[in-house]
């Protein structure tokens, strides 16, 4: 990983380049904790962190320099400038989307060297994943999976949301997720039209729809999936909604391979809907690239620019939400190939009734 940005350096006419984002630092050094960051030269690597991470960055990234620079009365911009003064660094790249005010005012300050924005360098080049990332994302998809087969066993009348979502959680690190499960969205009855909606106290009752959008990681990668079930038998409406959803998802499967711009896909996801009293109840941001952030780039709407690309790992998520009724979400991640796609979520996309 160190190559292409080193590649990028070069093009652009840096000397450095200051990574902060916890991802970023992650996908170029192997990392896997927090509060670091890394600073690439053409003659050096550094690892800049404090005494609580010094040991497990010597197992995890042993081929990095380690600079401490969390002492008494020095900041990161102090950090930053030794380093830049000793390999003489001119100009240097820095995350613009990631550092903060105060990081930036204490930069400014102390860093004697040209500071350039380069915001998204690294996040495009974590948009084609690799091989050995491709396995850790369908390992995460089939974890939620079966957590998803799981659930379902459990969610009855008189359970509450909140119990559902711990309880789903609690799987998903069973099946082998790693211990750090990121926030999940299950959520019942007319509070599904909650696009990201927090699990509460309320209780399931019979009729309702229950929405569940997680995931999991494994060794840091992501899934996401969102599958919406019904308590009981559904009514007319429900099922026509649901089939009209479903018609949406696998339209929008239908157009996705390399060379296909994500505002075509976006096209195909409504066209079930189109001349339906339901048109006005989805929301255009129908899904998103997937990696060691459950929301990376490319954004797919109706004005993305981006086009599909071999090797891509994204969500593919239209929805219908109606207040005060509910809303239907099915979800799935998808691996984009030269002749199509790979679906990494197994689960079905017919409606559940429990």
Not at 64 to 80: C, F, N, S
Not at 100 to 113: G, L, M, P, T
Not at 210 to 238: E, H, I, W
Not at 261 to 271: A, F, I, N
Request: net charge negative.
């Amino acid at each position: 990983m160190e190559k292409q940005l080193l590649a990028y350096m070069e093009k652009a006419g840096l000397d450095g380049f200051f990574i902060a984002a916890r991802e970023n630092v992650r996908y170029i050094s192997g990392f896997t904790g927090a509060d670091s960051y890394l600073l690439l030269t053409r003659e050096k690597c550094y690892f800049i962190t404090d005494l609580r991470y010094t040991e497990q960055a010597g197992i995890e990234c042993p081929a990095y320099e380690q600079y401490v620079w969390r002492t008494p009365g020095k900041t990161i911009g102090d950090a930053l400038n030794y380093l830049a003064e000793k390999h003489n660094l001119k100009a240097i790249g820095f995350e613009g989307g990631t550092i903060s005010y105060d990081q930036y005012h204490d930069f400014s300050k102390n860093v004697r060297a040209e500071l350039v924005p380069a915001t998204g360098v690294i996040e495009k080049m974590r948009s084609i994943k690799t091989p050995q990332e491709i396995e850790y994302l369908r390992a995460a998809c089939e974890i939620a999976c079966r957590a998803f087969s799981r659930i379902v066993k459990d969610i009855r009348v008189g359970v509450t949301e909140k119990e559902l979502a711990a309880k789903l959680s609690m799987y998903m690190v069973v099946e082998g997720a790693d211990t750090q499960p990121y926030g999940n969205i299950l959520i019942s009855g007319a509070r599904t039209s909650l696009l990201h909606g927090i699990p509460s106290n309320k209780a399931v009752e019979y009729g309702d729809l229950v929405l569940m959008d997680f995931g999991c990681q494994f060794n840091g990668y992501m899934s996401d999936m969102t599958r919406t079930v019904v308590v009981g038998k559904p009514s007319a409406k429900q099922r026509e909604v649901y089939e009209l959803e479903k018609r949406m998802l696998e339209d929008s499967l239908a157009a996705m391979k390399a060379g296909v711009p994500l505002r075509d896909v976006y096209k195909e996801s409504v066209r079930a809907i189109e001349g339906t009293e339901y048109y006005g109840y989805h929301y255009t941001g129908i899904g998103h690239g997937i990696g060691l952030f459950v929301h990376e780039i490319p954004f797919m709407s109706p004005n993305s620019d981006e086009v599909l690309a071999a090797g891509n790992v994204r969500t593919i998520e239209p929805g219908i939400y109606i207040p005060n009724w509910g809303g239907i979400r099915i979800e799935d991640q998808i691996l984009i190939t030269a002749d199509g796609y790979e679906n990494m979520i197994s689960t079905t996309h017919d409606l559940i009734e429990l």
